[in-house]
Nanobody
């Protein structure tokens, strides 16, 4: 079983930045993909950015150019600095861990607000 611990996030004003961290522990596989997803009120959960264990990232269109996901593979940690935040970025952000042959694991979520 894999356990995810999320940290970072909070409440900021438009144009500010937030940092999200997620650490996976437990029965972590040798190969995995981790990432951040968000769910805004009334919307479905959507991928924001993901990264594979060997460091290849993917981004949603809204994240490209503003967010940069990185990993410290040895510590099974991912870091998502989010810059130039907009009110539309307000959401609950969830860390996700996925590996072939096993159900995905979700963190409990961090509620992040961007408002004047």
């Amino acid at each position: 079983q894999v356990h995810l611990v999320e940290s970072g996030g909070g409440s900021v004003k438009p144009g500010d930045s937030l940092r999200l961290f997620c650490v996976a522990s437990g029965s972590v596989a040798r190969t995995w993909t981790m990432g951040w997803y968000r769910q805004a009120p009334g919307n479905q959960r959507q991928a924001v950015a993901t990264i594979s264990h060997y460091g290849i990232p993917t981004y949603s269109d809204s994240a490209k150019g503003r967010f940069t996901i990185t990993t410290n593979n040895a510590l099974t940690t991912i870091h998502l600095p989010m810059d130039s935040l907009e009110s539309d970025d307000t959401a609950v952000h969830y860390c996700n861990y996925a590996t072939s042959g096993s159900p995905a694991t979700w963190g409990q979520g961090t509620r992040d607000t961007v408002a004047s």
